[in-house]
Nanobody, 120 residues
Framework: HVQLVESGGGSVQAGGSLRLSCAAS????????MGWIRQVSGKEREGVAS???????TYADSVKGRFTISHDNAKKTAYLQMSSLTPEDTAVYYC???????????????WGQGTQVTVS
């Protein structure tokens, strides 16, 4: 059972940047596919980005070129660097473990508690 702890959310002005972090408690982090899911208030959850154990990344079209997902195996931590933020990026962002590795919510096997990102 993986415990995921997110941090780094907050409020930022449009055009700004934020970096989210996700610390995983498991020793199997190296083989895990990690990702980020977001939920805008009143809307369905959306897969944002994923990264597999080889470092191959996938992004939603809405964030391509603006968001970067990465991981540090030694720290068992995944990151989501968000730049050129717009009010449409305002959402709760969840760190997730995915199997198989994709942006599909059906692939999520473990959820973090979520962290709020507000862009004004």
């Amino acid at each position: 059972h993986v415990q995921l702890v997110e941090s780094g959310g907050g409020s930022v002005q449009a055009g700004g940047s934020l970096r989210l972090s996700c610390a995983a408690s498991t020793g199997t982090f190296r083989s895990a596919c990690m990702g980020w899911i977001r939920q805008v208030s009143g809307k369905e959850r959306e897969g944002v980005a994923s990264i597999d154990s080889d470092g191959e990344t996938t992004y939603a079209d809405s964030v391509k070129g603006r968001f970067t997902i990465s991981h540090d195996n030694a720290k068992k931590t995944a990151y989501l660097q968000m730049s050129s933020l717009t009010p449409e990026d305002t959402a709760v962002y969840y760190c997730v473990v995915l199997n198989p590795c994709s942006l599909s919510l059906a692939s999520v096997t473990q959820w973090g508690q979520g962290t709020q990102v507000t862009v004004s």
